[in-house]
């Protein structure tokens, strides 16, 4: 059974920062794409940033240059470092993944969510 389990959130100031981890567990074969989503009360899911794995990038206009994705092959875990912060960047974050096992083929998986609160 795959997992995603992610960590990271809390309260920082505007101008801080945070990374966000999501850990991907269970009989992995391979992550084809992963991608972090944020949602604030009564509004859609948002895509943030999308990593392929053959390493191209996609980032939403209001995070370019100040967010960026990145995995680490070792430990099917990826990140989303989040520097600048400003308020509006308050939602919670979910971590998606495409992962190939073996038993159920290629699936999306999504992580818990993880708040994440920037005061100004």
């Known amino acids: 059974q795959v997992q995603l389990v992610e960590s990271g959130g809390g309260l920082v100031q505007a101008g801080g920062s945070l990374r966000l981890s999501c850990a991907g567990s269970g009989n992995i074969f391979k992550i084809n794409i992963m991608a972090w989503y944020r949602q604030v009360p009564g509004e859609q899911r948002e895509l943030v940033a999308r990593?392929?794995?053959?390493?191209?990038?996609k980032y939403a206009d209001s995070v370019t240059d100040r967010f960026t994705i990145s995995r680490d092959y070792d430990k099917n875990t990826f990140y989303l470092q989040m520097n600048s912060l400003k308020p509006e960047d308050t939602a919670v974050y979910y971590c998606?993944?495409?992962?190939?096992?073996?038993?159920?083929?290629?699936?999306?998986?999504w992580g818990q969510g993880t708040q994440v609160t920037v005061s100004s």
């Open positions: 998606q993944a495409n992962i190939y096992t073996f038993a159920q083929g290629s699936v999306d998986y």
């Open positions: 990593l392929t794995s053959a390493g191209s990038t």
